[in-house]
């Protein structure tokens, strides 16, 4: 009977250290943010450039995964869960007219970022009616409440909304009539106020009474990408 050579050539090297693929340990992303930097910030819809004394700043920070800049953020984060958190994103955007002849780039707060640690994986947040001028979102849990811009071939409305990142839709809608950005206040509304034990939310539009939501019957579990088996809390 023949030996396949080939065969016990494979067996002994493997006898000496073969790495099957179930083995390998997956290396952990690192989630950083960088140091602030203040930057030029003029609002567009501003009536005359503000300079010197005036001028008006953002903060902002890189983002950065194993070392690799991914994006620019401002404001603070909010841990949605142990393993995930949102922060909003900072735009650097080209003002420059087609009769320019070099680019005018110009920084503006963007929409909301959710960043997985697990998997170093950032996925922007389309926020339902969030207008990046006008909405100032305050997190509780995976709930995000905040004023914001609802936009149909007619016409624009302010509308208080309530959003849930587990449940994937819009949890409070209330319109607080007609939007027409050169009659409002600059917030439109004041940041939300929350509370835990019900679950309420308190938002005041500007010039306006205050308003209160409760949550109610709206749990929802966040699943997360690639989501591993619940480990004992230490």
């Given at each position: 009977?023949?030996?396949n050579?080939?065969?016990?050539?494979?067996?002994?090297a493997?006898?000496?250290?073969?790495?099957?693929?179930?083995w390998?340990?997956?290396?952990?992303?690192?989630?950083?943010?960088?140091?602030?930097?203040?930057?030029?910030?003029?609002?567009?819809?501003a009536?005359?450039?503000?300079?010197?004394?005036?001028?008006l700043?953002?903060?902002?920070?890189?983002?950065?995964?194993?070392?690799?800049?991914?994006?620019?953020?401002?404001?603070?984060?909010?841990?949605?869960?142990?393993?995930?958190?949102?922060?909003?994103?900072?735009?650097?955007?080209?003002?420059?007219l087609?009769?320019?002849?070099?680019?005018?780039?110009?920084?503006?707060?963007?929409?909301?970022?959710?960043?997985?640690?697990?998997?170093?994986?950032?996925?922007?947040?389309?926020?339902?009616?969030?207008?990046?001028?006008?909405?100032?979102?305050?997190?509780f849990?995976?709930?995000?409440?905040?004023?914001?811009?609802?936009?149909?071939?007619?016409t624009?409305?302010?509308?208080?909304?309530?959003?849930?990142?587990?449940?994937?839709?819009?949890?409070i809608?209330?319109?607080?009539?007609?939007?027409?950005?050169?009659?409002?206040a600059?917030?439109?509304?004041?940041?939300?106020?929350?509370?835990?034990?019900?679950?309420?939310?308190?938002?005041?539009?500007?010039?306006?009474?205050?308003?209160?939501?409760?949550?109610?019957?709206?749990?929802?579990?966040l699943?997360?990408?690639?989501?591993?088996?619940p480990?004992?809390?230490q």
């Amino acid at each position: 009977m023949q030996t396949n050579s080939s065969a016990i050539v494979l067996l002994l090297a493997c006898a000496h250290g073969c790495i099957f693929p179930m083995w390998a340990v997956t290396k952990p992303h690192v989630i950083t943010l960088g140091v602030v930097r203040r930057v030029p910030y003029q609002p567009p819809d501003a009536a005359q450039k503000l300079t010197g004394e005036d001028a008006l700043t953002l903060k902002v920070r890189a983002l950065l995964v194993d070392g690799q800049q991914k994006e620019w953020t401002t404001g603070d984060t909010h841990e949605v869960t142990d393993r995930s958190f949102v922060v909003r994103r900072a735009l650097r955007l080209n003002d420059a007219l087609p009769s320019d002849t070099v680019p005018h780039w110009v920084w503006q707060p963007g929409p909301w970022l959710q960043v997985d640690r697990s998997t170093g994986h950032i996925t922007v947040l389309h926020l339902p009616d969030f207008d990046s001028l006008v909405s100032d979102a305050v997190w509780f849990r995976d709930y995000a409440a905040y004023c914001g811009v609802h936009t149909t071939a007619k016409t624009q409305t302010l509308n208080v909304i309530v959003a849930q990142l587990g449940a994937r839709r819009v949890l409070i809608e209330q319109s607080l009539g007609k939007w027409d950005p050169a009659q409002h206040a600059h917030p439109a509304c004041a940041p939300a106020q929350w509370q835990r034990t019900p679950v309420r939310v308190s938002i005041q539009p500007a010039g306006g009474q205050l308003l209160d939501f409760e949550i109610a019957g709206a749990a929802s579990t966040l699943v997360e990408e690639n989501d591993p088996a619940p480990e004992n809390p230490q």
